[in-house]
């Protein structure tokens, strides 16, 4: 069998925010592999260093020391022009609060990430329309944020993420705003969506409701990465 490819691997990474006496060490030697089809749970408590672990996964942040390769490509002092390619080209997020814009529908809300000339020629509209039926929204096309449950505007959020054909795909606190029922179920999707499409996933979560979504657990705690269950 073919070993997967590695989507984001992080060699050593430790992150220091301030200086002198002020330093504060959000993150220290974390080294950490991902996979195409693998979903991966970070967990831990708030003040872990989880965010600061995302952030720097999707190149939005520098690591003081180590690396970080995102699809084989070496990031970790690329210059902003190309992190922003790669942030358009490789990466999506997905947000506890969902982070839609409230004036557009559904079908608006996921066109906005694609291009023209996407996958198989498909218009941004078409796309859009295409990914958010197999999340079963084809019904909730022309809704708005405000008529949606949470459940739906996170699939909504999802849908997004995945129009944009990413690499990899980073959630945070994903089931912060969900109950138990649909923050399972929203997670099962994801889980399936990133099997069908050889999508890496890293999701950073407090939530021991969703561990069994993933096929990797490792545990964060002082911005040090524990051992894998």
Same mark, same amino acid.
């Given at each position: 069998m073919d070993t997967p490819e590695t989507i984001l691997r992080l060699e050593g990474v430790t992150k220091v925010y301030g200086s002198g006496e002020r330093a504060v060490t959000a993150l220290y030697e974390v080294s950490l592999q991902t996979h195409a089809g693998e979903v991966v749970l970070v967990m831990g408590p708030s003040g872990s260093g989880k965010t600061t672990l995302l952030t720097?996964?999707?190149?939005l942040l520098r690591p003081t020391s180590g690396t970080v390769h995102v699809c084989n490509t070496d990031i970790t002092r690329m210059g902003e022009n190309a992190l922003a390619s790669i942030r358009r080209e490789k990466v999506a997020f997905i947000y506890q609060s969902f982070n839609l814009l409230e004036a557009l529908t559904a079908l608006e809300n996921v066109s906005l990430v694609t291009t023209p000339g996407g996958l198989n020629g498909a218009t941004p509209q078409e796309r859009a329309k295409e990914v958010l039926g197999t999340l079963g929204l084809g019904q909730r096309l022309n809704s708005l944020p405000k008529q949606m449950s949470d459940g739906e505007?996170? *699939?909504?959020?999802?849908?997004?993420? @995945?129009?944009?054909?990413? +690499? #990899?795909?980073?959630?945070?606190?994903?089931?912060?705003?969900?109950?138990?029922? *649909?923050?399972?179920?929203?997670?099962? @999707?994801?889980?399936?969506? +990133? #099997?069908?499409?050889n999508k890496?996933?890293?999701?950073?979560?407090?939530?021991? *409701?969703?561990?069994?979504?993933?096929?990797?657990?490792?545990?964060l705690e002082d911005g040090r990465l524990q051992a894998e269950s």
């Amino acid at each position: 069998m073919d070993t997967p490819e590695t989507i984001l691997r992080l060699e050593g990474v430790t992150k220091v925010y301030g200086s002198g006496e002020r330093a504060v060490t959000a993150l220290y030697e974390v080294s950490l592999q991902t996979h195409a089809g693998e979903v991966v749970l970070v967990m831990g408590p708030s003040g872990s260093g989880k965010t600061t672990l995302l952030t720097i996964a999707g190149a939005l942040l520098r690591p003081t020391s180590g690396t970080v390769h995102v699809c084989n490509t070496d990031i970790t002092r690329m210059g902003e022009n190309a992190l922003a390619s790669i942030r358009r080209e490789k990466v999506a997020f997905i947000y506890q609060s969902f982070n839609l814009l409230e004036a557009l529908t559904a079908l608006e809300n996921v066109s906005l990430v694609t291009t023209p000339g996407g996958l198989n020629g498909a218009t941004p509209q078409e796309r859009a329309k295409e990914v958010l039926g197999t999340l079963g929204l084809g019904q909730r096309l022309n809704s708005l944020p405000k008529q949606m449950s949470d459940g739906e505007k996170q *699939r909504v959020a999802i849908a997004r993420a @995945l129009a944009k054909d990413p +690499a #990899l795909m980073l959630a945070d606190e994903p089931t912060a705003n969900l109950d138990a029922k *649909r923050g399972h179920e929203v997670m099962e @999707l994801l889980r399936q969506k +990133a #099997l069908e499409t050889n999508k890496a996933v890293v999701i950073v979560s407090h939530d021991h *409701r969703i561990r069994d979504i993933a096929d990797r657990v490792v545990r964060l705690e002082d911005g040090r990465l524990q051992a894998e269950s």
